[in-house]
């Protein structure tokens, strides 16, 4: 059983930075698609930023240019570093991964989700 286990949330000004970890456990070799997804108050769930096993990435318009999501293999972690804070970029930011290829927002659906890290932007 795959858990995940997200850190680094936090309250940071406008224009600040925050790093996200994701620790995963219990994965077994293969292909995997992991990434972020994020939910604020009276807002669908979205996805932020997702990246394969081939380390290929794709990030909501939203985030381009701010967010940078990245894994570490040796350290079973993911990470997202985010930049530029905004006043709409306070969620719960939930990791995910998902047994898939190939890799896409809609991978998740009945993957693997942690239980998210908030973030707060004050301004």
């Known amino acids: 059983q795959v858990q995940l286990v997200e850190s680094g949330g936090g309250s940071v000004e406008t224009g600040g930075s925050l790093r996200l970890s994701c620790a995963a456990s219990g994965t077994t070799p293969g292909p995997y698609c992991m990434g972020w997804f994020r939910q604020s108050p009276g807002k669908e769930r979205e996805g932020v930023a997702i990246i394969d096993s081939d380390l290929r990435t794709n990030y909501d318009d939203s985030v381009k240019g701010r967010f940078t999501i990245s894994q570490d293999n040796t350290k079973n972690t993911l990470y997202l570093q985010m930049n530029s804070l905004k006043p709409e970029d306070p969620a719960i930011y939930y990791c995910?991964?998902?047994?898939?290829?190939?890799?896409?927002?809609?991978?998740?659906?009945?993957?693997?989700w942690g239980r998210g890290t908030q973030v707060t932007v004050s301004s």
């Open positions: 995910v991964a998902a047994r898939s290829v190939p890799c896409g927002y809609g991978s998740f659906v009945g993957g693997y």
